[in-house]
């Protein structure tokens, strides 16, 4: 019996081993990204603003209230004035479905603490996945780090797994998945 205990010890330290090798896996493809992005457009990378930056993994259910609230304000945020009221509604509404769902995943990216940008992943039927709410900070758009956050969560997955859905209009999201390797195959 002491045997069986020590070998369940060891299987969740092997467990807790692997997660936290996977997020370093994630934190190395972020640094990867933004340098490779910041580098195609000419720019720098100042290494000390990346030093501050964490991504996490966690189920909405473990979202702390706190966190919910600052990411419905940068949805809405990112969506008032672009989107149409009855497709901002819905969406908003949509959203708030996935931040109670046992489904959902959300991937958050933290500077200091504070949440700057995430993503959502939700287990569908047949092995697939969907992709959904990629959001940043107003203030950080244009400095690539969408990009280089997106391209580090979705190597986490099989792309070949991954469905997302793109309103129609909003081209930098539409050139965004189309820059990671999706392709468009419908529209709604």
Do not use: C
Request: avoid cysteine.
């Amino acid at each position: 019996e002491a045997e069986e205990i020590k070998q369940k010890e060891r299987g969740v330290a092997v467990r807790d081993i692997l997660r936290q090798l996977a997020y370093i896996k994630t934190d190395i493809l972020l640094f990867a990204s933004a340098f490779r992005e910041a580098m195609k457009s000419g720019g720098t990378v100042n290494l000390e603003d990346l030093r501050d930056m964490a991504m996490e993994q966690q189920p909405a259910s473990q979202l702390r209230e706190e966190n919910r609230e600052e990411m419905r304000r940068i949805f809405r945020e990112n969506r008032e004035g672009v989107y149409p009221q009855k497709l901002l509604k819905d969406s908003l509404e949509d959203f708030d479905h996935a931040l109670k769902s046992d489904r959902a995943t959300f991937h958050v990216l933290r500077y200091r603490g504070e949440d700057i940008g995430f993503l959502r992943f939700e287990q569908r039927g047949n092995r697939r996945m969907y992709l959904g709410s990629l959001n940043v900070r107003p203030e950080t758009r244009g400095s690539s780090l969408g990009t280089a956050f997106m391209r580090a969560t979705v190597a986490r997955y099989d792309r070949n797994t991954i469905d997302a859905v793109v309103w129609e209009k909003n081209e930098a999201s539409k050139a965004l998945l189309q820059k990671l390797g999706f392709s468009i195959t419908g529209k709604i």
